[in-house]
């Protein structure tokens, strides 16, 4: 399955209008590591890609296939560009902090409001359950 015409054709204007030039791209092919077994330890499937103005460095090994590879590579290029040039945040920024958002650590103060109004939850749904009789 390659990458269709139009695909290409549309990346190749995107590159154009954030006016990165074909031959300011160095581009190499290496070896390849990781799952896929022995077709991607033995050939040269992944891109190593260079913007030599902005020194952005990208190395994509997304598939077995080098044309993939090649086209994923020269995408990310333009992601990152376009990130720089752009001072408003990326989707793929704003997802990273929101995730690092969600994982730091409360502060005390916030820690003890959320304990208390679990104390609270706990004692209304004490209250709900049935009464113990000691008819015996």
Not at 14 to 19: G, V
Not at 41 to 59: A, D, M
């Amino acid at each position: 399955m390659n990458i269709s015409l139009e695909k290409q054709n549309l990346l190749k204007k995107r590159m154009k209008d954030l006016q990165i030039d074909p031959d300011d791209l160095i581009e190499k092919f290496i070896l390849g590591s990781g799952k896929g077994g022995q077709k991607v330890n033995k050939t040269n499937s992944c891109v190593y890609l260079k913007h030599t103005p902005t020194g952005i460095e990208i190395k994509c090994q997304k598939d077995r296939s080098r044309e993939k590879n090649r086209y994923f590579a020269r995408k990310e290029l333009c992601d990152r560009i376009e990130e720089r040039t752009t001072e408003a945040k990326s989707k793929k920024k704003m997802a990273i902090e929101k995730i690092r958002r969600q994982k730091r650590k409360r502060s005390k103060r916030a820690k003890e409001k959320m304990l208390d109004e679990k104390k609270k939850h706990s004692s209304t749904k004490n209250l709900r359950k049935p009464i113990k009789s000691n008819d015996n």
